[in-house]
C-alpha cells in the first residue's frame, strides 16, 4: 500500500497557563502494564523488548506522542479512560480497523494535519491520531513497517494480517505508556522521553522531581523561606527559640562575637597581632612596637584607633 505523499504536519498545543496542580494520587507500584512488553514486541515484529526503546525513541513515534501527552494532557494520577484493555476486544478490532481503513485511502485523513486547537476532539480522536501518524510514519520508505504496507503484499490474507497486527502492537504499546505515564514509576525509557522532549506543563511531568521543582518556583518568597527554615529545625522545636540558640552558637563560635584577631606577615619573618577587648581597649603584648593605625568605621562614621602589635 502506497503511504501518501503528503507530509503531515505536528503543531504543538498553546500550552495552558500554569496553575496550581490538583492533589494528585501517588504513582502505584503494585499497578503493572496492561500488556505484556514481550507480546508487544512480538506483535510489532521486533526481535525483543530490548528493541522497544529505539522504536520509542524515534521520531516517527517520539513526535505524535509528545504532542499526545501535552493535548490531553497525561497528569500523573488522573486516568485515561480512551486507553484499551486487553480484555476489550472488540474496542481493539474497530481501533485496527479505523486506522488501516485511513492509511490504504487514497486521500487524506484529519489526522494528516489535525487542527493546532485540539480542544472538541475526543481523548478516542487523540489515541487514534498518534497511533495513524505513527504507523504511517514508520510504513514510509526505509522504515520499519514499509515492507508490511506495501500494497502488493496487501492483496493477499497473509500480509493484511501482518499490516494490522503491527498496527496492534502500536496501540499495545501506546496504551502501556500512558499507565506508565499516569499510575506508575517513571521507567528508564520515560524518563529518557523527558529529558529529550520534557512535558509542556512541568507540574504534569511523570518526574517527581520536575514537579516538586515547578511547585517550589511558584511558592511566594515568604513561603520558601519558610520551608526552607521548617526543614531545618528539628521537631518540637519553637522557631524563635531555635532561631536564637543558632544566634548563640555562632558567637560562641566567633563568627558574630567581640573577637577581631588580624595576622599580617613582613617579609615572612614577622607577624603583626591585633587584639580587640570589651570596650574598645587595645591589649598590646609585652615587649613589642606600637603603631597607631587610623581606620574607618563607616556604619558610625566614628574614627578609631586600633592598635597592631609587630612581634
Not at 492483496?155 to 506508565?180: D, F, H, P, S, W
Not at 499510575?183 to 520534557?198: L, T, Y
Request: proline share 8%.
Amino acid at each position: 500500500m502506497p503511504v501518501p505523499s503528503n507530509i503531515i504536519v505536528i503543531k504543538k498545543p498553546i500550552p495552558n497557563k500554569p496553575s496550581t496542580p490538583a492533589k494528585q494520587s501517588p504513582p502505584s507500584p503494585l499497578m503493572d502494564f496492561p500488556y505484556k512488553w514481550e507480546d508487544v514486541s512480538s506483535k510489532l515484529l521486533l526481535a525483543s523488548p530490548k528493541e522497544l526503546p529505539k522504536l520509542i525513541l524515534a521520531p516517527a513515534f517520539l513526535t505524535p506522542w509528545t504532542t499526545y501527552r501535552d493535548t490531553l494532557p497525561l497528569q500523573p494520577g488522573v486516568p485515561v479512560p480512551s486507553i484499551i484493555a486487553p480484555k476489550d476486544k472488540e474496542a481493539m478490532n474497530d481501533l485496527i480497523n479505523t486506522i488501516y481503513t485511513a492509511m490504504d485511502a487514497m486521500h487524506a485523513s484529519k489526522f494528516d494535519r489535525p487542527d493546532s486547537d485540539r480542544t472538541s476532539w475526543s481523548q478516542a480522536d487523540s489515541l487514534s491520531c498518534i497511533i495513524y501518524q505513527s504507523a504511517r510514519s514508520f510504513a514510509a520508505p526505509a522504515q520499519i513497517f514499509h515492507t508490511s504496507f506495501e500494497r502488493k503484499n496487501l492483496k493477499n490474507e497473509a500480509g493484511r494480517r501482518e499490516a494490522t497486527m503491527r498496527i496492534r502492537g502500536l496501540i499495545m504499546l501506546t496504551c502501556n505508556l500512558v499507565v506508565n505515564y499516569t499510575f506508575m514509576s517513571p521507567s528508564n525509557v520515560v524518563r529518557r522521553i523527558e529529558a529529550v522532549c520534557p512535558a509542556l506543563r512541568p507540574d504534569f511531568s511523570p518526574i517527581v522531581e520536575t514537579r516538586r521543582k515547578w511547585e517550589l518556583a511558584n511558592l511566594g518568597l515568604e513561603d520558601l523561606r519558610r520551608a526552607v527554615l521548617d526543614g531545618e529545625r528539628k521537631g518540637g522545636v519553637e522557631e524563635r527559640e531555635w532561631l536564637i540558640g543558632i544566634l548563640l552558637q555562632r558567637e560562641k563560635a566567633g563568627v558574630a562575637g567581640g573577637l577581631d584577631v588580624g595576622i599580617k606577615s613582613e617579609g615572612g619573618k614577622g607577624a603583626a597581632v591585633g587584639v580587640k577587648s570589651e570596650g574598645g581597649v587595645q591589649g598590646v603584648a609585652r615587649g613589642s612596637k606600637r603603631k597607631a593605625v587610623v581606620i574607618e568605621d563607616d556604619e558610625v562614621d566614628v574614627k578609631k584607633v586600633k592598635t597592631v602589635v609587630e612581634l
